[in-house]
């Protein structure tokens, strides 16, 4: 049996991956970390660091960034294998986590989903046969998402601008410029609203046609089964840093 911490356990994520921890055989529910607790939980939460008296075997990461560094503290100390879902990271930010991952094995995705990595292979794959295109990409979410553009998107566009020897760069804000798109730019246009889940499209516009990618995710629960693969495929690893790639052999 894994034994599993959650952190940010009192967040609309890490509530679901709790449910779904609990509700997978092969998974215990050790504890949670959360800064806010809210609510009544069936298993031991805690709010400070020094105080948490379990030593799960892995840990699930879906909070915010300052959060995540918190839990990766615990993690070192007590060499526990932590699964990042969390996005919204600067690149220093980024680099740390790098760094860490010589101590602890982590993985980390912007996003969890088996389809999202399809479609990330696909637009890498395309990239090169539509260079002369104006390539865009809208990501939509609900109301409540802090980071923009999301972490997906923006590992679309790096998956993108990989395929094609970095010759390109994103473009997050148009208010302010009064002169044509630059051929070598990816436009990134984020839009924030309700409680949708997320939607990802990536357009290719030529002269005479458009070719589209897009995604859709109708249920959270897809990042959270995803972590859950991610865990267990996490235990066994090495210290070092993993992603979708590394465990489904893309």
């Known amino acids: 049996m894994l034994e599993v911490m959650v952190n940010g356990c009192s967040g609309k994520m890490g509530q679901i991956v709790c449910d779904l921890v609990e509700q997978d055989e092969n998974l215990v529910l050790k504890c949670g970390f959360d800064k806010n607790v809210t609510g009544e939980f069936a298993f031991p939460v805690y709010n400070k660091i020094e105080n948490i008296l379990e030593k799960p075997d892995v840990i699930i990461d ?12 615990y993690a070192v100390k007590n060499h526990v294998p932590v699964v990042i879902a969390t996005t919204g990271f600067s690149e220093d930010e980024e680099q740390k986590i790098k760094d860490i991952s010589k101590q ?13 990595m399809i479609m ?36 679309l566009a790096n998956s993108i601008n990989q395929s094609l020897g970095n010759s390109l760069h994103c473009e997050y804000n148009r208010h302010n410029k009064r002169e044509k798109r630059d051929k070598n730019e990816i436009g ?12 990802h499209i990536v357009q290719f516009f030529g002269e005479f046609e458009t070719f589209e990618l897009k995604h859709t995710s109708y249920s959270r629960n897809v990042f959270a089964d995803g972590a859950l693969k991610a865990a267990k495929f996490l235990i066994e690893q090495q210290n070092g840093l993993y992603n979708m790639e590394d465990m489904f052999n893309f």
Request: proline share 5%.
């Open 62 to 73: 879906f909070s915010v960034p300052a959060a995540t560094f918190k839990i990766l503290e």
């Open 104 to 116: 602890i094995p982590i993985f980390k995705s912007a996003n969890m989903s088996y389809d999202i």
């Open 120 to 155: 990330k292979k696909l637009v890498q794959w395309l990239a090169p046969f539509l260079k002369d295109t104006d390539i865009e990409i809208t990501e939509t979410h609900h109301n409540r998402k802090i980071d923009s553009p999301s972490g997906t998107a923006q590992m």
């Open 188 to 199: 990134m246009n984020s839009i924030r609203g309700g409680n949708i889940v997320g939607e």
